[in-house]
């Protein structure tokens, strides 16, 4: 089924702590694995990809834990900051130009 | 560097009335083209992406068209609104896709309204 389901629909956490967006598929096809986020009155912007030969990618305070045998995938933002509260969306994608997207998480980080 | 602007910005429109919004995107050769519908607070939905001059791929079927006129130039359109046509509309372009290439860069979007 070409469905990304992604939670929580939103997520308050404290400055400085690790906020953790979990999302899951079924397509056994899907082999690219992006996230993108999403400012107030802005367009998506990709922050972070992996693909299944990797478990985890890190960029920074970004990281993606991917596990290919339950079908899911996260994304960890450590030590918060302010500045990191935004729509975050997951998206999983087969080699046909289409990304499917999950429902986003809106994200706040309280000072 | 490349840029990618969206036009108009913003549209009122009766239901039932035509539609035309464009996308061009500057400094880069032979891009990949897609067009997405965001609903307010919402999520993507891809509607069409276009590979080359003259083809456009269909993803979900909204009463809607697209066209890719020319290299640099993307057009979405319609006939006739329906109110669910309402929402956010982003153009957005990529080299590749998949891996490290296929990044998707979004235009500013167009928010249409549909009374």
């Known amino acids: 089924q070409q469905q990304v389901r992604q939670s929580p629909q939103s997520l308050t956490v404290w400055e400085g702590e690790t906020a953790i967006l979990n999302c899951s598929y079924e397509?056994?096809?899907?082999?690219?694995f992006p996230w993108y986020h999403q400012f107030p009155g802005e367009s998506p912007a990709l922050l972070i990809a992996i693909r299944p030969v990797s478990n985890k990618k890190e960029d920074g305070r970004f990281t993606i834990f991917f596990n290919k045998r339950e079908k899911k995938f996260s994304l960890h933002i450590a030590d918060s900051q302010p500045g990191d509260s935004a729509t975050y969306f997951c998206a999983a994608s087969a080699s046909n130009y289409q990304l499917i997207w999950g429902s986003g998480t809106k994200l706040i980080i309280k000072p | 560097a490349q840029t990618i602007h969206q036009w108009p910005v913003a549209e009122i429109k009766a239901v039932g009335s035509p539609l035309s919004l464009g996308c061009t995107i500057k400094g880069k050769s032979s891009p990949n083209l897609y067009w997405y519908w965001q609903a307010t607070g919402g999520t993507l939905q891809q509607l069409f992406y276009?590979?080359?001059?003259?083809?456009v791929e269909s993803v979900v079927q909204l009463n809607l068209s697209a066209s890719r006129p020319k290299d640099d130039q993307f057009i979405l359109s319609t006939e006739k609104l329906l109110l669910s046509h309402s929402g956010f509309y982003l153009c957005?372009?990529?080299?590749?896709?998949?891996?490290?290439?296929?990044?998707?860069?979004f235009g500013e979007g167009s928010k249409l309204t549909v009374l």
């Open positions: 957005a372009w990529s080299l590749d896709w998949g891996g490290n290439t296929g990044q998707l860069y």
């Open positions: 276009s590979i080359t001059v003259g083809q």
């Open positions: 397509d056994s096809t899907f082999d690219y």
